[in-house]
């Protein structure tokens, strides 16, 4: 059974940069046909589906999101990294990783996801 395990800062100040990493367990990043996902939701607002690398390393980004996302991987430790440039207080949210198929960009879409980690933007 795979496990996603989201980390990062909880406070972060207007028009900074902020790293989240989300740590997988019982599964490798690398395993052909899965694809892994940053997924957001904002207080009283529905999931937004941020982004994704996939099993060989490829990208791919929400077109409202693109300019100010970046999506790494660290394959000898099993860990995929979201940063998100300046920020606004718009971008506070709860933070998902979440592991999908191929394509996967709708919420269900996937089978495997982290508990979450809150990130709030403010000065």
């Known amino acids: 059974q795979v496990q996603l395990q989201e980390s990062g800062p909880g406070l972060v100040k207007p028009s900074q940069t902020f790293s989240l990493t989300c740590t997988v367990s019982?599964?490798?990043?690398?395993?052909?046909?899965?694809?892994w996902s940053w997924i957001r939701q904002p207080p009283g607002k529905g999931l937004e589906w941020i982004g994704y690398i996939d099993y060989s390393g490829m990208t791919y980004y929400s077109p409202s999101l693109k300019s100010r996302t970046s999506i790494s991987r660290d394959t000898s430790k099993n860990q995929f990294t979201l940063q998100l440039s300046s920020v606004t207080p718009e971008d506070t949210a709860m933070y998902y990783c979440?592991?999908?198929?191929?394509?996967?960009?709708?919420?269900?879409?996937?089978?495997?996801w982290g508990q979450g980690t809150q990130v709030t933007v403010s000065s």
């Open positions: 019982g599964g490798s990043i690398t395993t052909d046909s899965y694809y």
């Open positions: 979440a592991r999908g198929g191929r394509g996967a960009t709708m919420p269900r879409d996937f089978g495997s």
